[in-house]
């Protein structure tokens, strides 16, 4: 009976060991993705067992087998939105994976949610092509503009490919607007989308204009008081705020323009241009026809004159000047606001 209880032993330890190793076969056929499509599963049992005189036998049943469909899917991951200069062009990365267990070809196609004028949108490989350019690398090389092929591209069980959605938005796009686009990509068992928000960077300049009586002394009369009433004879200061939105793109060549206003009459050598909202000492003179032309080196900073018929003229900004009747005006970064003050009589 020992001899008998151990060699039952040895036939379960083996019928044990075979299901193992059943199990691991199995495991090492399964991918990332599944088991490839067509491939066999073959299975069959084994007894063992013995006669009167513990003689060994084995019978194996027959084999059973099931081939595995092909089950088709596709996966395109999502990049972060973004925000660029209006009249210009960014990227998006994508990378596409076939999650299918079989071949299969992916399309792919993008489009602009924006009214009219539509933002355009391209799709274009990570291929490399092009001196210095890298494939795959996710950045987009000057030279990389081979359009992702229109019938598609075929791609094995978890093969990917990386491209970029290129978007451009319209010159003259208002700040702030937004527009999503949406890349799909479709195989044969179906599509995967994403969508992505592109928002316009473009300067955005504000003008604020007050006006005291400053013949009339008192802590009321500081700007951005209005004067509703005013003497003939009496003078009026105006201020001029002039504004580019925090979140803005730089703004550049500015130039500011205040027609004479009727029944009033500039008051010469009495305008200032600079960074105090109040007009206080810190605020520059101008009204000096500069023929030197020295630029200005700070946002809040400007030229300013007046003509004969008292139109205000201001060049505004880093790297403004004013040289003998004419000028140019500089730039003004996001957040920043430069001031003009002028003053008139009441005619």
């Not at 060549?253 to 109040?278: C, H, K, Q, S």
Request: aromatic fraction near 6%; charge should be negative.
């Amino acid at each position: 009976m020992k001899s008998f209880r151990s060699k039952s032993k040895q036939g379960i330890i083996l019928l044990m060991a075979s299901f193992l190793v059943c199990l691991l076969g199995v495991t090492t056929m399964v991918h990332a993705l599944g088991t490839p499509a067509g491939t066999d599963i073959d299975n069959q049992a084994t007894v063992n067992y013995q006669d009167a005189g513990l003689n060994n036998y084995v019978a194996n049943s027959n084999t059973v087998t099931t081939t595995v469909n092909a089950v088709y899917s596709v996966a395109l991951d999502s990049p972060v939105d973004k925000s660029w200069a209006a009249g210009s062009s960014d990227y998006y990365y994508y990378t596409v994976t076939n999650t299918s267990n079989t071949n299969d070809t992916i399309t792919m196609a993008a489009v602009s949610e924006a009214t009219l004028p539509d933002w355009a949108v391209s799709l274009v490989l990570d291929d490399g092509v092009g001196v210095g350019s890298i494939a795959g690398n996710g950045i987009k090389e000057p030279n990389e503009v081979t359009p992702y092929p229109g019938p598609g591209v075929s791609l094995g069980p978890d093969a990917t490919l990386g491209f970029f959605a290129v978007v451009t938005i319209p010159g003259g796009t208002a700040n702030g607007t937004t527009d999503d686009t949406i890349t799909t990509a479709t195989g044969t068992g179906g599509n995967d989308p994403d969508t992505v928000t592109s928002t316009a960077s473009a300067p955005a300049i504000t003008i604020v204009k007050s006006v005291i009586n400053a013949s009339v002394v008192g802590p009321a009369e500081t700007h951005p008081q209005v004067a509703t009433n005013a003497d003939p004879g009496q003078i009026l200061e105006y201020r001029l705020t002039v504004t580019n939105a925090a979140g803005a793109a730089a703004a550049v060549n500015i130039v500011l323009t205040d027609n004479n206003t009727p029944f009033t009459t500039y008051r010469t050598g009495e305008m200032w241009i600079g960074a105090d909202d109040d007009n206080a000492p810190l605020n520059t003179a101008q009204d000096d026809d500069d023929a030197g032309g020295v630029a200005c080196v700070a946002d809040a900073c400007g030229h300013g004159s007046v003509d004969g018929t008292g139109n205000v003229t201001a060049y505004l900004g880093t790297g403004s000047n004013e040289t003998g009747g004419g000028g140019t005006g500089g730039s003004l970064a996001p957040g920043s606001t430069v001031y003009i003050f002028f003053r008139v009589d009441v005619d």
